[in-house]
């Protein structure tokens, strides 16, 4: 059974500073996620990591992915106050489709 | 609009009536997926549709959820005899083809249900 485990479930950080969020799978998979979720809103796609040592970078946001550890890596560069929000990774299978997520990290941006 | 949409945003009901959730994928997509968000279970997959086979329902909770999609395009998932364990955001997905490799899932806003 595929699980998925992020940590810290919960991460207050001051603006400036520099955190990272981790994601661990269980199982082999072929393809892993990390999404942002607003209060009250839905989930927006950051990004789709696919291969080993796979790197995306979207502004202060940075996502890596290692295979082997079964690990991925959500990377925050000097955190803003817009930053606040539920980051989620998930993982699937290439035609399973289904979409396996972990508990969500609650992320704080304090000024 | 260009994404996913859902109606209604928000359903209260009573215990043991049923609902309806719909679901209007981005045009196009063929690939359709429901989850499931509450505070006790995270995020959970429910229901997959691809094109014209036959949906992948191993993440329906019980016999008393079913969904359809019609004509390819809207779905539709109907909890029946609910109960208060169902509360929670029911949310959409779309893919373009559920086979591509680089596919992302787009989700729509959910819709909050309330069983009292």
């Known amino acids: 059974e595929l699980k998925v485990e992020q940590n810290p479930l919960f991460l207050s950080m001051q603006e400036g500073k520099n955190y990272t969020i981790y994601c661990n799978y269980s199982?082999?998979?072929?393809?892993l996620y990390w999404y942002r979720q607003d209060p009250g809103k839905s989930l927006e796609s950051l990004f789709v990591?696919?291969?080993?040592?796979a790197v995306k970078q979207e502004g202060r946001l940075m996502a890596s992915l290692d295979t082997k550890a079964r690990l991925s890596t959500l990377h925050i560069t000097a955190a803003v106050h817009d930053l606040s929000a539920t980051y989620f990774c998930?993982?699937?299978?290439?035609?399973?489709?289904?979409?396996?997520f972990g508990a969500g990290t609650i992320l704080r941006v304090k000024s | 609009g260009a994404g996913v949409s859902q109606s209604p945003s928000n359903k209260v009901t009573e215990k043991g009536k049923d609902v309806e959730l719909r679901c209007d994928p981005i045009?196009?997509?063929?690939?359709l997926y429901w989850y499931r968000q509450s505070l006790g279970q995270g995020l959970e997959f429910l229901i997959y549709?691809?094109?014209?086979?036959?949906?992948?329902k191993s993440g329906l909770p019980s016999d008393r959820f079913s969904a359809e999609r019609t004509g390819g395009s809207v779905s539709t998932l109907t909890i029946q005899r609910t109960q208060q364990e169902d509360s929670a955001v029911y949310l959409c997905?779309?893919?373009?083809?559920?086979?591509?490799?680089?596919?992302?899932?787009?989700f729509g806003p959910g819709t909050r249900l309330l069983v009292l």
């Open positions: 998930a993982v699937d299978r290439l035609y399973g489709n289904k979409l396996v």
């Open positions: 549709f691809q094109g014209n086979s036959a949906p992948d």
């Open positions: 997905a779309s893919s373009p083809s559920g086979t591509e490799y680089q596919e992302t899932q787009y």
């Open positions: 045009s196009g997509h063929t690939a």
């Open positions: 199982t082999t998979s072929d393809r």
């Open positions: 990591l696919l291969s080993n040592g």
